[in-house]
C-alpha cells in the first residue's frame, strides 16, 4: 500500500538536503546564477510529490552564521532553485535551514539541536506541516544527513553519489543505501512503497522511462 492518504490524516514526508541533493554543490553558494540543478532532480521529486510524500527540503547553512550570507540572500538563491523546479511542475512544501556554525569539522557531531545531524529541522518540519515521520525518508550526500533522519525516527534514509564525494569507510553506516543520485533514490523509495504485486523482489524502478529522460519504448 502506497503513502498517499485520500481521507486526509498526516502525511509521509521525503525530506532532502540542498547541496550536492537537489542542486550541484558550490561551496558557501551566496549566487542564485550559480543555482544548477542536478539532472533528474526535477522529475524524481515530481513522482516522490506525486506519489502523496511532501517534499522539505533541510539545509545546514553556517555561511549565514560565519556573516558570508545574509538570510534575504540565502532566500534569493532558494527562489532560484523553486523556480527551476517549478519547470518540472515541482513546488516545495518547506525550507528550513540552520544558521549555526558548527563547533567541530565532525559531521557526525551534534552540537545544536537543529544543525544536521541533529533532528530539529526535521521535527519542526513534522509539527508545522503535520508529517508522520515513521513513514518518512531522508536523502541527502553527507552522513549528517542520514543521522538526522535516524535522529528524526524517519523510516529510512538514502546516501546519493553526487555530492563532494562519500568516504570509503562508512562505518556505523555502512548499511545505509546508496543511490546513484536523487532519482535512484526515488527509485528506491517508490519501489519500497509498492513491492511487486508477485510478493517476489521489489520493483526496481518505479518512474516511468520517459519520465526518467530515457529514450521512449519502440511501437
Not at 127 to 147: Q, T, Y
Not at 193 to 201: F, I, Q, T
Request: proline share 8%; with cysteine.
Amino acid at each position: 500500500m502506497g503513502p498517499y492518504l485520500g481521507g486526509g490524516g498526516m502525511r509521509p514526508a521525503v525530506f532532502l538536503d540542498r547541496d550536492g541533493t537537489i542542486i550541484t554543490s558550490v561551496h558557501y553558494l551566496a549566487d542564485p546564477e550559480l543555482v544548477h540543478l542536478i539532472d533528474g532532480s526535477g522529475r524524481a521529486m515530481r513522482a516522490l510529490q506525486s506519489a502523496g510524500y511532501a517534499l522539505v527540503v533541510v539545509s545546514n547553512q553556517s555561511a549565514v552564521g560565519r556573516g558570508m550570507l545574509t538570510v534575504e540572500r540565502l532566500f534569493e538563491v532558494h527562489d532560484a532553485m523553486c523556480r527551476q523546479l517549478a519547470e518540472d511542475g515541482v513546488a516545495l512544501d518547506g525550507f528550513y535551514f540552520c544558521p549555526a556554525v558548527p563547533a567541530t569539522g565532525d559531521c557526525t557531531a551534534i552540537d545544536h539541536p537543529d544543525r544536521k545531524p541533529a533532528p530539529g529541522m526535521l521535527l519542526r518540519a513534522a509539527i508545522d506541516l503535520d508529517l508522520d515521520l515513521s513513514r518518512s525518508w531522508m536523502i541527502g550526500d553527507m552522513a549528517s544527513d542520514v543521522l538526522a533522519g535516524r535522529n528524526a525516527g524517519c523510516m529510512g534514509s538514502i546516501l546519493v553519489r553526487t555530492g563532494l564525494g562519500l568516504p570509503e569507510d562508512l562505518g556505523e553506516l555502512a548499511d545505509v543505501p546508496i543511490a546513484a543520485d536523487i532519482m535512484d533514490a526515488a527509485d528506491m523509495i517508490l519501489a519500497h512503497d509498492w513491492p511487486d504485486p508477485s510478493g517476489s523482489a521489489p520493483a526496481t524502478a518505479r518512474i516511468p522511462a520517459h519520465d526518467r529522460g530515457d529514450p521512449p519504448p519502440p511501437f
